[in-house]
């Protein structure tokens, strides 16, 4: 199930793992990601807390959870090639792997349809 | 310095930027170009390589215009600490609009064109052009006259490959050196040009009627070793060729000395004074300034930008980063900043606080890359 935020982050839920990234929209507004600071493994992210960082050329831009989780995988690929979010934004361009709380409520996410909407609006 | 609130103003490529899918974002009151599809990454590698072509537009054109040279010297030399006066014909300096106390009010081009004895062209910056001019108008001298250029606008072809695109459009621009400035035709189309820009390439800036302007666009682009680039990539490229940005790297507290532009006040000037500021500039000059703009080259891949403090190896506050960004040149995160001179030295190793994270980084000559301007 792959879900979006207003703030243009996906998240796929698999089971309690869900990853998460940038929409292909906001790595276009963008432009050519630079560098992407990670959490730590471990690290408990809080829904619309800062779970990360992301530095075009023009300008840096914060990384927010979708969820509540903790994090057990952070795409260290991103360390020595930030383009991968340009190029594959949705795919080999994930930021990190959190583990979601039983019983997590996904009601305030978009599905794809009503994001591709949200888009079109702004 | 232009309300922000108002709806930008297009500038005569306005149509042309869409066209070419350019994304346009506010800048000084203007509707400009901050990316072309390739992004800015492309942008900048292309105009280091090839030829960039930069819609500047918005950049204040104005005249100065008198009797006679040594007039019109004598009263924009009241204003700005460069030799005006020693200017050849077909030459253009660098210089600085100064506050009383020798702040930056804002850096400028000033030219004196062949043939035209009595005038100097001058470009200042779009977000100050109309204080400038206010200032500008009200410390002239009866007999000179400002003349604000509202119909003209301004290209920029930025490269190496620059002057060849030029000439294959019959323009006569083989001869002319770094700073010369001459009227001719560029595909056919009367242009005011100047071998200079704000990249750190060999290029021209050249200035258009606006009716000609998106003819001399279009011809200028038909050439395949040219490609459009957007403000994005002329930040990156300025920064990476040590440029000030008004504004940014330098503003009205900031005194020439303290900014590094001690070259662009000539030895009569220096010695003579006789310009807003020069009781500071002289004792800047023969005891140092209070703080000093570096380079900064920071390790790993993470850009320090504007405003993040800079800090010396024992953890003191010793400067702050004015500009900053990834240099795609480089391939390194590169930054200019006001420091403390004690820590000012080439080599000097520090660190750049960003998100309370101390970044190592090291002073680097500036610019960063090479300029390659045609000497």
């Not at chain 1, 829904?47 to 840096?60: C, I, L």
């Not at chain 1, 949705?90 to 409520?105: C, H, Q, S, Y």
């Not at chain 2, 004598?74 to 014909?89: K, Q, S, T, Y």
Request: glycine share 10%; with cysteine.
């Amino acid at each position: 199930m792959k879900l979006y935020t207003k703030d243009h982050e996906w998240i796929a839920i698999d089971g309690d793992v869900a990853t998460f990234g940038i929409t292909t929209y906001a790595q276009e507004q963008l432009g050519d990601v630079v560098f992407v600071e990670l959490p730590d493994v471990g690290k408990k992210l809080v829904k619309g807390g800062e779970a990360g960082v992301v530095e075009s050329v023009k300008a840096a831009s914060e990384v927010y959870a979708p969820l509540d989780g903790e994090v057990i995988e952070a795409n260290r690929r991103l360390t020595d090639d930030p383009g991968l979010v340009n190029l594959q934004p949705e795919t080999d361009g994930w930021f990190v792997k959190i583990r979601l709380a039983p019983g997590t409520d996904t009601s305030e996410l978009l599905d794809e349809a009503a994001y591709e909407a949200f888009v079109q609006t702004l | 310095m232009t309300d922000p609130t108002d709806t930008p103003l297009p500038t005569p490529l306005h149509a042309a930027h869409l066209a070419l899918g350019g994304r346009l974002v506010p800048f000084a009151g203007y509707a400009m170009p901050v990316q072309y599809p390739t992004g800015i990454l492309a942008e900048h590698q292309w105009t280091r390589a090839h030829a960039g072509l930069f819609d500047v537009s918005h950049m204040g054109q104005a005249r100065l215009v008198g009797p006679d040279h040594a007039t019109v010297a004598a009263a924009l030399e009241a204003l700005v600490p460069a030799d005006v006066a020693g200017l050849a014909p077909g030459r253009q300096r660098y210089s600085q609009l100064l506050a009383p106390d020798g702040g930056i009010l804002d850096d400028l081009m000033f030219a004196r064109p062949l043939g035209a004895d009595g005038t100097l062209a001058l470009v200042v910056n779009a977000g100050c052009k109309a204080a400038d001019y206010a200032h500008i108008a009200a410390h002239l001298p009866p007999d000179v006259a400002l003349e604000i250029i509202e119909d003209r606008a301004l290209l920029a072809l930025q490269g190496p490959e620059s002057e060849a695109v030029l000439v294959a459009l019959g323009a006569a621009v083989a001869d002319l050196v770094f700073m010369d400035v001459r009227s001719l035709e560029v595909a056919g189309l009367p242009v005011d040009l100047s071998r200079s820009g704000y990249t750190g390439e060999d290029g021209f800036e050249i200035s258009v009627a606006d009716s000609d302007a998106v003819a001399l666009w279009s011809a200028l682009l038909a050439d395949p070793r040219v490609k459009p680039i957007g403000l994005g990539a002329r930040d990156s490229l300025r920064l990476e060729g040590g440029l000030c940005l008004y504004g940014h790297d330098i503003d009205v507290t900031s005194s020439p000395i303290e900014a590094g532009l001690a070259w662009s006040i000539q030895k009569r000037r220096r010695l003579g004074g006789g310009f807003p500021g020069f009781a500071r500039i002289a004792r800047e000059l023969a005891e140092g300034p209070a703080r000093t703009r570096v380079g900064l080259i920071l390790d790993g891949r993470q850009p320090a930008r504007e405003g993040a403090e800079i800090a010396a190896t024992d953890g003191t506050i010793v400067g702050r980063v004015t500009s900053g960004g990834f240099g795609p040149t480089l391939e390194k995160p590169v930054a200019m900043g006001w420091i403390d001179p004690a820590f000012a030295a080439v080599g000097t190793e520090l660190a750049v606080l960003v998100r309370g994270k101390p970044l190592p980084a090291r002073v680097a000559a500036l610019p960063f890359v090479p300029a390659r301007f045609r000497r």
